[in-house]
């Protein structure tokens, strides 16, 4: 079947122009200017693909052989232990705010259900995949693209008078500084560091419904009183905006990804953010998750940390060494523009719909 001919329902991660959605199946839909819209329960479709936001305790009883079901599971919920807090009243919590219309307790299961009912699942990472194949053997690793967001790339990476880090990502992942706030205060007590923050400088704490959070309190609470040093302050919080996105990032210096790999949703995370930053020319250095590992193995960098001591290191290193912050930038920008293109991307997502059809 000629994939325009195709009458495709999706379901949504909240309105259609959410990132998600643009980094995701809409950027996909729309260069291939296939036909579909939101999905209504009283029409028939070919397809239906279904965000992380779907209702599985709806869609994993879809009848078979009605329509085709895409299904995405970008984190990493199958590998946190049964015994998880969090785990163990997500269900509850995912009922109680509609997210999900029928009660299921146990919220590992139910996806599991989804997996298994799914015709292919869409994941970001090998050892999702590893996963996921045991309750659906169509399973595909694809990345979000970023090719609209990035607008500007680093050219220039001299350092003027203070040494400019940035980090961006959505407001819970902040909690990543924790593990290296140490690092930061004492470096900063032997160089002029500044920390910009580029997040959604409000958010509800929980399932994104409850509990209005102020992201420079948050970040404030990390610091404490280290958050100011002779009366400057540590940190600078942006709002995201695609607009100035990519402006703030590539006038910084440095670019740093920290993440508590003791945490199994966190240590789970794909290399999305890090090819974000290479796309930019950005000297990045990580925390040693497996995916940023890959990744910088591929291209023959070395920039991830497994401690306080290698963070300390490796980030005084790029401070001071300006062919070195050239070198880290320019080499993962070439990785992620050759071994992260759009024809690549596009690739991918066709033999998606190709293995369901």
């Given at each position: 079947?000629?994939?325009?001919?195709?009458?495709?329902?999706?379901?949504?991660?909240?309105?259609?122009?959410?990132?998600?959605?643009?980094?995701?199946?809409?950027?996909?839909?729309?260069?291939?200017?296939?036909?579909?819209?939101?999905?209504?329960?009283?029409?028939?479709?070919?397809?239906?693909?279904?965000s992380p936001l779907a209702d599985t305790s709806v869609w994993?009883?879809?009848?078979?052989?009605?329509?085709?079901?895409?299904?995405?599971?970008?984190?990493?919920?199958?590998?946190?232990?049964?015994?998880?807090?969090?785990?163990?009243?997500?269900?509850?919590?995912?009922?109680?705010?509609?997210?999900?219309?029928y009660l299921r307790f146990n919220y590992l299961e139910s996806?599991?259900?989804?997996?298994?009912?799914?015709?292919?699942?869409?994941?970001?990472?090998?050892?999702?995949?590893?996963?996921?194949?045991?309750?659906?053997?169509?399973?595909?690793?694809?990345?979000?693209?970023?090719?609209?967001?990035?607008?500007?790339?680093?050219?220039?990476?001299?350092?003027?008078?203070?040494?400019?880090?940035?980090?961006?990502?959505?407001?819970?992942?902040?909690?990543?500084?924790?593990?290296?706030?140490?690092?930061?205060?004492?470096?900063?007590?032997?160089?002029?560091?500044?920390?910009?923050?580029?997040?959604?400088?409000?958010?509800?704490?929980?399932?994104?419904?409850?509990?209005?959070?102020?992201?420079?309190?948050?970040?404030?609470?990390?610091?404490?009183?280290?958050?100011?040093?002779?009366?400057?302050?540590?940190?600078?919080?942006?709002?995201?905006?695609?607009?100035?996105?990519?402006?703030?990032?590539?006038?910084?210096?440095?670019?740093?990804?920290?993440i508590d790999t003791n945490k199994p949703l966190a240590r789970?995370?794909?290399?999305?953010?890090?090819?974000?930053?290479?796309?930019?020319?950005?000297?990045?250095?990580?925390?040693?998750?497996?995916?940023?590992?890959?990744?910088?193995?591929?291209?023959?960098?070395?920039?991830?940390?497994?401690?306080?001591?290698?963070?300390?290191?490796?980030?005084?290193?790029?401070?001071?060494?300006?062919?070195?912050?050239?070198?880290?930038?320019?080499?993962?920008?070439?990785?992620?523009?050759?071994?992260?293109?759009?024809?690549?991307?596009?690739?991918?997502?066709?033999?998606?719909?190709?293995?369901?059809?």
């Amino acid at each position: 079947m000629n994939l325009s001919e195709l009458k495709i329902g999706f379901v949504p991660y909240g309105d259609l122009e959410h990132p998600w959605n643009l980094r995701n199946f809409v950027f996909y839909a729309r260069k291939r200017k296939l036909q579909f819209e939101i999905e209504q329960a009283d029409k028939d479709y070919d397809i239906i693909v279904l965000s992380p936001l779907a209702d599985t305790s709806v869609w994993a009883k879809y009848p078979r052989g009605k329509a085709k079901i895409i299904f995405f599971l970008v984190d990493s919920y199958l590998s946190i232990p049964q015994g998880n807090f969090k785990g163990i009243f997500r269900g509850l919590a995912k009922f109680m705010v509609r997210e999900q219309k029928y009660l299921r307790f146990n919220y590992l299961e139910s996806l599991q259900a989804m997996c298994a009912r799914a015709d292919a699942v869409v994941c970001t990472t090998l050892e999702q995949k590893s996963e996921i194949s045991k309750y659906c053997d169509n399973t595909h690793v694809i990345l979000e693209c970023h090719f609209k967001a990035v607008r500007h790339s680093k050219s220039d990476y001299s350092i003027g008078s203070r040494i400019n880090l940035v980090w961006e990502g959505l407001p819970a992942n902040v909690e990543g500084f924790s593990q290296i706030k140490d690092v930061l205060i004492d470096l900063r007590k032997k160089y002029p560091i500044s920390l910009h923050i580029i997040t959604d400088l409000v958010h509800k704490k929980y399932l994104n419904r409850i509990g209005r959070i102020h992201m420079i309190d948050e970040v404030g609470k990390i610091f404490g009183d280290a958050s100011h040093l002779n009366n400057e302050s540590m940190f600078y919080m942006y709002q995201w905006n695609l607009d100035t996105f990519s402006h703030i990032v590539t006038a910084c210096d440095i670019a740093i990804i920290p993440i508590d790999t003791n945490k199994p949703l966190a240590r789970g995370k794909p290399e999305n953010k890090l090819l974000l930053f290479w796309r930019m020319g950005m000297p990045t250095l990580v925390s040693s998750t497996p995916a940023y590992t890959r990744a910088m193995d591929a291209c023959g960098l070395d920039s991830y940390c497994k401690n306080n001591g290698e963070w300390a290191a490796k980030l005084e290193n790029l401070i001071v060494d300006v062919e070195a912050r050239k070198k880290v930038g320019l080499t993962g920008k070439q990785h992620a523009d050759s071994c992260y293109s759009e024809n690549i991307y596009m690739e991918q997502w066709d033999r998606l719909f190709e293995s369901v059809l």
